[in-house]
């Protein structure tokens, strides 16, 4: 379980999300496992694992999209399924696969989300126009939503999750289908969010991603935490991807592994 820097945090200052005994099940499925993590505030912090490993599950209980079968999901110290109102409120979200209004154009969304947080009028005009250029999109503003690609549904989605400046940020795959250079606009606006004292969560299947990226990280597989801390914690004198593939147990395929692929006698 990861615990790291919570001793030297003050008892005032609860972790920006604190996820404990976290199980869900989806019929025999045992999606999360009873799943431990605990964020400092003020980090950026990367959840990596294989495909299936419950990462999507976690996020979805702790930004209260999905009910736990057991378990307790905090947001800086307010319980995400008894305060719903008071955690949700702390934070921004980009779910994976979110469903947009995509009727409005990328303008009106964020008007429409800022307008949902209470931002002042003014406040969202002015944050509009600098997240949809620091994400190139100041030229699709006025485009519905419905006609953006993968790539800028999921920048226009960042900016949502931004635009009223929550302490705590939760993204699940937020550099999907991003080209490089927004990747590069995203990674800046992260870094300078967190600089400010804001927390990011977020998951990848990046791992330089998240070694050029993130503080801290967690591994999970089968619903669990199999290793936490800090990417030299983590890592050790490894890369990330070389200690990601030990943790999780890769094995090559054998030689004779699809070897009807790499046949040049094909049927056709
Ligand atoms: N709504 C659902 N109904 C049934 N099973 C589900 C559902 N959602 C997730 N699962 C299962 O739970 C497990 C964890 O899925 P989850 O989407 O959380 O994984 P993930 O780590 O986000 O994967 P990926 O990296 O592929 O996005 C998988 O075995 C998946 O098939």
Partial sequence: MFTGGMSELPRSRPPALALTGLVKRFGTKVAVDGLQLTVPSGCLFGLVGPNGAGKT???????????????????????????????????????????????????ELLRYVGLLRRVPETDIVSRSAELLAALGLADDANTLVVEYSAGMTKKIGLACALIHAPRLVILDEPFESVDPVSGEHIRTILRGYVAGGGTVVLSSHVMELVESLCDQLAVVAQGRVLAAGTLDQVRGSSSLQQRFLELVGYTAAGEEALSWLRSSSGSS
């Fill in 57 to 107: 599950t976690t996020l979805s209980m702790a930004t209260g999209l999905l009910r736990p079968d057991a378990g307790r999901a905090e947001i800086l110290g307010r319980d995400v399924w008894s305060d719903p109102a008071g955690a949700k409120g702390l934070i921004g979200m980009l779910p994976d696969g979110m469903r947009l209004f995509d009727r409005l154009t990328g303008q």
